[in-house]
């Protein structure tokens, strides 16, 4: 080899190194679309893939191809963040009674090195045989905090329309009334006090919490209200939107008024607690799924299903790689595989597993259109992280052979085999939610016996296109 080759071949194998051994995904989607038990699953599969147990995940080429060799967690990338919980998420999946893992209350990351053997060709020359090795960072969060996602793009006033554009589903809350009873009272061009703004903002905050986990709403503003954490209490979380008529000329008011504090309050708000988690954690990913889980917002009803379609939408919306995006300097455009998947598909009979992606393009449809230009492979797939019901057949005397699925029922483990019914393939309409509900069910975690894996639905399929390209 001259020594101009061997020049070349080095400073390509360094290219190699540097720019293509690490991947940043993150696991997006609304609380309690799957994501952690998502995360858990694909370690735990990764971890466990060796080339003696290809056969686990047929569809991922390197799998198959018997080119990855092991899969080990790393010290993880960011000091301040905590590491995600997989050892003890595995154990209550895995316990004398398998638990579903607790729903995440922070953030949370871990990096996986994914070592393989690179496919002949350039790679496979440039290192000669030797394996090559993949950085993984995954990262976990509250589903609750996406939700603030939109407020980088509006201010106070324009956020203030859109949370009273939404008074329909507001109403259905007993503590409506008392939130705007207390809103409506306020003067806002009256000096602001700590105490009253304290008192109306937790009037907001239980109405908050009960559309969301009593009504069974999405969109709820701002996200920390319903997970405070360290700013439970704090003057930065201690606002809530005024009514459109009264901010009428807000903007002459005096700097103490009521107005020009919440204002402010929410400004800061979006500056210092969303701005920074999604420039810290979102701006250097390179990969991106967001979770959907269709059968939760189907069975809660149309305004809880149309709130989940919005709140989806407004954030996909946010995610466009389009120039004319505000956001463009936050996300880099360097998210090219962008992944749609529907989870939970376990839930339903494999002949209706088409339709639920056919749903999921549907309720994508009106942001559809944000990553395309911007050269961004875009997928949708219907997955299941952790196959809690295995598929059956019954004879029916009136409809003859009919898929069932089998399994133990969450709320009382009692073990059913049922047809949990037909998944409409586009937005159902007024008529159909009137004449006929949804009752999907929600299954307990399998109970594993030793020696035994998770089964699972399409992860495969869903990592070879999110790593598949890398692992080459
Ligand atoms: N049948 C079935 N149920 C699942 C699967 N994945 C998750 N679930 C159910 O969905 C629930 C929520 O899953 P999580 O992984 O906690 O969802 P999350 O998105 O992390 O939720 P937050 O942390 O609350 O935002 C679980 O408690 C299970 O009941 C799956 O693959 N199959
Ligand atoms: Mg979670």
Not at 2 to 12: D, G, I, T
Not at 352 to 376: E, T
Not at 377 to 397: C, L, N
Not at 462 to 471: C, P, R, S
Request: aromatic share 10%; with cysteine; charged share 20%.
């Amino acid at each position: 080899m001259s020594h101009w080759q061997q020049l070349k071949n080095k400073a390509l194998e360094l290219t190699y190194r540097t720019a293509d051994q690490h991947v940043r995904l993150a696991v997006t989607g609304l609380a309690g679309a799957g994501k952690t038990a998502f995360i858990t699953a694909i370690i735990n599969k990764l971890i466990n893939a060796s080339p003696e147990h290809a056969s686990q995940l047929p569809l991922f080429t390197v799998c198959l191809e018997h080119r990855l060799l092991e899969t080990k967690r790393v010290l993880q990338p960011d000091l301040q963040l905590a590491s995600f919980a997989y050892d003890a998420a595995l154990a209550q999946l895995t316990g004398e009674q398998a638990q579903w893992p607790a729903s995440t209350t922070n953030i949370s990351e871990l990096r996986l090195a994914i070592k393989y053997r690179p496919k002949q060709g350039f790679r496979g020359r440039l290192l000669n045989g030797a394996s090559a090795t993949l950085l993984l960072d995954i990262v976990d969060y509250p589903g609750e905090w996406l939700l603030d996602l939109p407020m980088l793009e509006q201010d106070y006033q324009q956020w203030c329309r859109t949370i009273w554009a939404t008074v329909t589903n507001l109403s259905r809350s007993p503590f409506y009334d008392e939130f705007k009873a207390s809103v409506m009272a306020l003067q806002p061009a009256a000096d602001a006090s700590d105490e009253l703004l304290a008192t109306i903002a937790n009037h907001y905050q239980r109405l908050l919490q009960d559309m969301v986990q009593q009504q069974g709403f999405y969109l709820a503003q701002p996200g920390r209200m319903l997970l405070p954490g360290d700013l439970a209490g704090a003057p930065i979380l201690s606002f809530f939107p005024l009514l459109p008529e009264q901010l009428t000329a807000a903007d002459a008011f005096g700097r103490n008024s009521i107005y020009q504090i919440l204002e402010h309050r929410y400004q800061e708000y979006v500056a210092k607690v969303v701005r920074p988690f999604y420039h810290d954690y979102f701006a250097g990913f390179d990969r991106q799924l967001v979770l959907v889980d269709c059968f939760t917002a189907l069975n809660r009803g149309k305004a809880q299903f149309d709130d989940m379609t919005k709140a989806l939408n407004a954030i996909t919306q946010s995610f466009r790689f389009g120039r004319r995006s505000l956001l463009r300097r936050l996300f880099a455009p360097k998210i090219d595989r962008l992944l749609f998947a529907a989870s939970k598909v376990d839930q339903i009979t494999r002949d209706q597993q088409g339709n639920v992606l056919a749903l999921l393009n549907a309720i994508l449809a009106p942001g559809r259109n944000f990553a395309d230009s911007a050269g961004c492979a875009v997928e949708t797939m219907a997955v299941s992280a952790i196959r809690a019901t295995k598929p059956g057949m019954v004879r029916d005397s009136e409809y003859g052979e009919q898929e069932v699925v089998v399994g133990n029922r969450l709320s009382d483990r009692q073990p059913v085999t049922l047809y949990p019914g037909q998944v409409p393939r586009q937005l159902p309409d007024a008529v159909f939610w009137q004449q006929q509900g949804f009752r999907f069910c929600d299954f307990a975690p399998p109970q594993l016996q030793p020696g035994q894996t998770f089964e699972h639905i399409r992860l495969d399929y869903l990592l070879n296109f999110l790593l598949g390209d890398k692992l080459q």
